[in-house]
């Protein structure tokens, strides 16, 4: 299961653009790349998913460079309920979808007035 | 529509002492999955399953067992609980499309 790397703490302002990156050098073939958010004392929840390129929906994009040694979670204009915790994630998805997750200690993003 | 439900939400236990975490889905996944998160760190896969009557070991499975006799519950066992099995524990399940969805955790505290 590839590695991922990604920093430890970021702050940010209510309306700004918020860009987090992953590395993962060791990326295989079979791998997607997957975002996950945390609130304290929840569990965490899906954010988003891409392999190659971009992939957007309606909370966040993802930018995949063509090597995929890494990626960033871009979220636009946060607010403060986007304080979170944020985790990347790489897994293999081959064939049956089954994903056994490896988390690390995710990117705690800290939203202001 | 319920999602990922976990049974008890906190407990408290003696050093020795046995329990069971329930875990039930009500979104017809094949796959589901136990972590444990210790504070400020990220979750660690104890045990999973990829159907109905099958389980598997994760990262940290030692000390817990689990069985999946229906396909819709997933329990974790402790059968000597230590203090170093205090954690939350999340309870997560996972359908074709590859997004986990998790429970709200349960709040174990081992004395």
């Known amino acids: 299961l590839a590695k991922t790397t990604q920093p430890i703490s970021m702050d940010s302002y209510e309306g700004q653009e918020v860009n987090i990156t992953c590395s993962h050098n060791?990326?295989?073939?079979?791998?997607?790349i997957t975002w996950y958010q945390q609130f304290p004392s929840q569990g965490p929840r899906f954010i988003i998913q891409?392999?190659?390129t971009k992939v957007t929906n309606e909370v966040a994009s993802l930018f995949i460079p063509a090597d995929r040694k890494s990626s960033t979670l871009s979220l636009p204009r946060v607010s403060l309920s986007d304080t979170a915790v944020y985790y990347c994630?790489?897994?293999?998805?081959?064939?049956?979808?089954?994903?056994?997750?490896?988390f690390g200690t995710g990117t705690r993003l800290l939203v202001s007035p | 529509n319920a999602g990922v439900t976990q049974t008890p939400k906190f407990r408290v236990l003696k050093t020795g002492q046995s329990m069971t975490l329930l875990c039930a889905q009500d979104?017809?996944?094949?796959?589901m999955y136990w972590y444990r998160q210790d504070p400020g760190m990220g979750l660690r896969l104890i045990h999973y399953?990829?159907?109905?009557?099958?389980?598997a070991k994760g990262e940290v499975p030692d000390g817990y067992n689990v069985s999946r006799l229906k396909k819709q519950n997933f329990l974790l066992g402790l059968e000597s609980a230590a203090p170093s099995q205090t954690s939350v524990y999340f309870c997560?399940?996972?359908?074709?499309?590859?997004?986990?969805?998790f429970g709200p955790g349960t709040r174990l505290t081992v004395l």
């Open positions: 997560a399940s996972g359908g074709p499309n590859n997004e986990q969805f």
């Open positions: 060791n990326i295989a073939t079979n791998d997607y």
């Open positions: 891409g392999y190659k």
């Open positions: 994630l790489v897994g293999d998805m081959a064939n049956t979808g089954f994903q056994k997750l490896v």
């Open positions: 979104m017809n996944h094949e796959y």
């Open positions: 399953s990829v159907g109905e009557g099958t389980t």
